[in-house]
């Protein structure tokens, strides 16, 4: 079992910069890939990034290529996702969710634990 929390949403203005936060814990928790996702009312939830345990191998959506960033900090079995550049349509509820194998993937059925969502809202 994996458990994971998020953090770090909140509300800001286009052009700004947010970092979410997902802390993970459970026995299972170690040695996965992890990924975020975000989802808006009525629409399915959409891939956002994802990180390898070692952290050095990632992919991205192409809508936020070049202005988000994964990263994560084993030590703290924390993944982060750092969102610069942030425009209105990035407005969404991020969800965090980590994998049972060590391997990247943009399907969301790939993965079986979920956070509870933290709220990003970017004001034109």
């Known amino acids: 079992q994996v458990q994971l929390v998020e953090s770090g949403g909140g509300l800001v203005q286009a052009g700004g910069s947010l970092k979410l936060s997902c802390a993970a814990s459970?026995?299972?928790?170690?040695?996965?890939?992890m990924g975020w996702f975000r989802q808006t009312p009525g629409k399915e939830r959409d891939f956002v990034a994802t990180?390898?345990?070692?952290?050095?191998?990632?992919d991205y959506a192409d809508s936020v290529k070049g202005r988000f960033t994964i990263s994560r900090d084993n030590a703290k079995n924390t993944v982060y996702l750092q969102m610069n550049s942030l425009k209105p349509e990035d407005t969404a509820v991020y969800y965090c969710a980590a994998r049972t194998t060590n391997l990247l993937s943009s399907w969301s059925g790939h993965y079986p634990y979920w956070g509870q969502g933290t709220q990003v809202t970017v004001s034109s």
């Open positions: 459970g026995p299972t928790s170690r040695g996965v890939a």
């Open positions: 990180i390898i345990w070692q952290g050095h191998s990632t």
